[in-house]
């Protein structure tokens, strides 16, 4: 059975920061892409950062987010990581990660690639 685990969300000022971590169990992770998305109340899903499988180790963020978080996993914990800096209340949101059995980043509208799901930690960012 595949699981992936998120945890790290909570409450935090604004220019605060968190990571998230996602801890995957019935998969190496090294073998997938995995994909940060969050979803703000309101609105639709978004693709936040991604990175390729172990072998490419590339990187995508959205533009929102470029020089603010960062991406990363470790293969030997299973686990991938955000660490989000210089938080701003509009990060606020529902945040998953997800895997995809793929060697490179794909197009992040399309999250029907990706095969495995979180179920979710949340992020307030507020004062």
């Known amino acids: 059975q595949v699981q992936l685990v998120e945890s790290g969300g909570g409450l935090v000022q604004p220019g605060g920061s968190l990571r998230l971590s996602c801890a995957a169990s019935?998969?190496?992770?090294?073998?997938?892409?995995i994909g940060w998305f969050r979803q703000a109340p309101g609105k639709e899903r978004e693709g936040v950062s991604c990175?390729?499988?172990?072998?490419?180790?590339?990187?995508y963020y959205a533009d929102s987010v470029k020089g603010r978080f960062t991406i990363s996993r470790d293969n030997a914990k299973n686990t991938a990581y955000l660490q989000m800096n210089s938080l701003k209340p509009e990060d606020t949101g529902d945040y998953y990660c997800?895997?995809?059995?793929?060697?490179?980043?794909?197009?992040?509208?399309?999250?029907?690639?990706?095969?495995?799901w979180g179920q979710g930690t949340q992020v307030t960012v507020s004062s």
């Open positions: 990175i390729s499988n172990s072998h490419y180790n590339n990187t």
């Open positions: 019935g998969i190496l992770l090294d073998y997938y892409v």
């Open positions: 997800a895997a995809y059995l793929n060697p490179e980043i794909p197009d992040m509208s399309a999250m029907s690639l990706f095969d495995y």
